[in-house]
């Protein structure tokens, strides 16, 4: 069965830093995968998505995230954190029976002055 | 802009008082998904329409319905609301499956 496992629950950066949330997927062909960002009391807003293509993909807010099919990874980075991206991040897949969205139990993210 | 519009942003309810929660779309697209969502939690998939069809998720309880009158409008009915179905209700679109666009959320509290 389709999964997508985000390792880490919590992460802490400071202001200025950098930034990599891990995502590990499992899927059979050839995913589509994306990270969504949610503030606190917010809906989820796409950052970006991998179809095919080039393997490293540019986001907004300065994300951008790299597949990597041999490791099933598809981790989301940033170069210098900034306060307002304190947020939970979730990794997602497109699979299942149905064709929906499998999301990962999401990272939060804390960004320390 | 063309958006994903949830009413009311917060939502009272009482124990067993029956609720319906409203998502509307200017993006025209085809698919329409409810999503519940407990603290610390990802979304869960509730329910889908595909155009006119209802796909329900084998776990939903049936507590919970869903009514999609037209493209742009669907709604979500809580029929006798428990404590435990607090939570964030979560309204989403898709042009045929492909990329979700999230509307910003009704956080229904049970009283």
């Known amino acids: 069965a389709q999964s997508v496992t985000q390792p880490d629950i919590h992460i802490t950066v400071s202001e200025g830093a950098s930034l990599e949330l891990r995502c590990n997927y499992s899927y059979g062909a050839t995913p589509y995968l994306f990270w969504y960002v949610q503030s606190p009391g917010q809906g989820l807003q796409l950052l970006l998505k991998?179809?095919?293509?080039?393997?490293l993909v540019q986001g907004i807010k300065g994300f951008e995230a790299e597949f990597k099919r041999s490791q099933s990874s598809f981790n989301l980075r940033k170069p210098s954190v900034h306060w307002s991206d304190a947020a939970e991040y979730f990794c997602a897949v497109l699979g299942g029976s149905q064709g929906n969205l499998i999301f990962g139990k999401g990272t939060k993210l804390s960004v320390k002055p | 802009d063309a958006m994903v519009i949830q009413n009311p942003r917060y939502q009272v309810t009482q124990f067993g008082k029956p609720v319906t929660l409203s998502c509307s779309q200017t993006?025209?697209?085809?698919?329409m998904y409810w999503y519940q969502q407990k603290s610390s939690q990802a979304p869960k998939l509730l329910f889908h329409?595909?155009?006119?069809?209802?796909?329900n998720e084998a776990d939903t309880p049936d507590n919970f319905q869903s009514r999609r009158p037209n493209t742009s409008f669907c709604f979500l009915d809580i029929r006798s609301p428990g404590l435990g179905d607090a939570a964030m209700y979560l309204c989403a679109t898709s042009r045929d499956k492909v990329e979700q666009f999230f509307g910003p959320g009704t956080r229904l509290t049970v009283l």
């Open positions: 329409y595909y155009d006119k069809d209802f796909n």
């Open positions: 993006l025209n697209h085809n698919v």
């Open positions: 991998y179809f095919s293509g080039d393997t």
